[in-house]
């Protein structure tokens, strides 16, 4: 016999099921957020965060959230591209459109246009935290359920001297952090693996330590480089050749012990395979941005489970609670999150939510809301928005 108000429930729950949720209005809302201090890396020193927004509005009034960083040197998406790919081509094609076939809107998206892996995620990402919302169940549930509900996120370390870098580290040890990156390719490779074992010193051998090249490196510098960083027994190294040099990733995958994680070489499911295929990599950096939404990006995740790659999952510096949520929400589905998380909204001074994504005693927990799990403050939007 069913409990009293079972049966009202499952009539209301079907009702929802059979409705459909018109999408009203798609917004583009270029923004700049200043960030706590400067974050130096290799071609790169970004001292304010250019993301995108997406604010989908539903004929019903629900509103979902999406966000994007910009990232030339990883996408080439650059923000006004990235305005005017959402206005002039992927808005046109949504609006009026239901939400719940969020599959196929995804579908549409990926194939409207070349690359633009950051305007496609914000739409997707803005689809389905509206979707979510209209349900009243997170992002997770919509994917599954939650494998875990705290996840490890990994700090980075770019100061100018080992001897900040050091410090900086000892301080969030105490914070409880367990994982640390370094930003390397930028001095000498030799300099940065002699840093890299003394940080490792310092920090001792229970604490994860990774690098991170973001291309910088020649095929000798990176062979140096992890010939002399041996003793820092760094977790992998993150894309130290350029993003098409599958042959010479691979060769340097067989010369060292230290396992390769890609990061601006994997846009795709296809890259992901072809990587592996040469064996190129031990493990993969998955990034909405990169991947082209939530969906896409769940499914790159399958993938590199199948394969028996370690998976990454990172927000692009510096992304608000948005993309953060977002991040978390994805990584309590993984199958596996053995290189951990990177979100990094905490490297922002000021951020768009009510209730910003934190990370304590170095864990970060799922927001529990509908949707992504977070509500954006439109003042905070209005106040850093891009005239």
């Not at 997170?138 to 996120?153: I, K, N, Q, V, Y």
């Not at 190294?237 to 098409?244: A, G, T």
């Not at 692009?316 to 991040?327: M, T, Y």
């Not at 009510?354 to 799990?373: F, T, Y």
Request: charged share 20%.
């Amino acid at each position: 016999m069913a409990k009293p108000g079972t049966a009202h429930v499952t009539t209301l729950r079907a009702d929802r099921t059979a409705e459909t949720l018109a999408i009203k209005h798609i917004e583009a809302i270029p923004v700049a957020l200043p960030l706590v201090k400067p974050v130096v890396m290799a071609g790169e020193r970004i001292e304010r965060s250019t993301n995108l927004l997406v604010r989908v509005e539903a004929a019903n009034g629900l509103v979902g959230w999406g966000e994007a960083a910009s990232a030339p040197t990883m996408t080439g998406d650059v923000l006004p591209g990235m305005v005017a790919a959402v206005n002039d081509h992927l808005a046109p094609l949504v609006e009026g459109k239901d939400a719940l076939q969020r599959a196929e809107i995804a579908q549409r998206i990926g194939h409207a246009l070349h690359g633009n892996g950051g305007p496609k995620c914000a739409v997707d990402m803005a689809l389905n935290d509206l979707v979510g919302r209209h349900f009243g169940v997170s992002l997770a549930d919509m994917f599954g359920g939650p494998l875990r509900e705290t996840l490890r996120p990994m700090y980075l370390l770019g100061n100018p001297s080992v001897a900040d870098d050091v410090a900086e580290a000892q301080k969030k040890i105490g914070d409880g952090f367990t994982f640390f990156k370094l930003k390397v390719g930028i001095k000498h490779p030799a300099e940065e693996a002699a840093a890299a074992v003394e940080i490792r010193r310092q920090i001792g051998r229970e604490i994860a330590l990774c690098a991170d090249a973001n291309m910088g490196m020649t095929f000798q510098n990176a062979r140096l480089f992890l010939e002399r960083a041996r003793e820092a027994e760094l977790l992998f190294l993150e894309q130290p050749l350029r993003e098409d040099d599958f042959e010479g990733m691979a060769a340097l995958a067989r010369l060292s012990s230290t396992p390769l994680n890609g990061d601006e070489a994997i846009g795709s499911v296809a890259a992901i395979l072809a990587l592996h295929r040469v064996g190129a990599i031990q493990g993969a950096n998955l990034k909405t941005i990169k991947m082209g939404g939530i969906g896409a990006t769940v499914h790159a995740m399958s993938v590199c489970a199948a394969l028996g790659l370690n998976i990454n999952l990172a927000c692009k510096v510096a992304e608000s609670s948005i993309g953060a949520a977002a991040i978390a929400q994805l990584g309590s589905v993984a199958p596996n999150l053995d290189w951990g998380v990177s979100i990094t909204n905490h490297y922002l001074a000021e951020d768009l939510t009510e209730a910003p994504v934190r990370i304590e005693n170095g864990v970060v927990r799922r927001p529990r809301g509908a949707g992504l799990g977070v509500q954006v403050r439109e003042s905070q939007v209005s106040r850093y928005r891009v005239k």
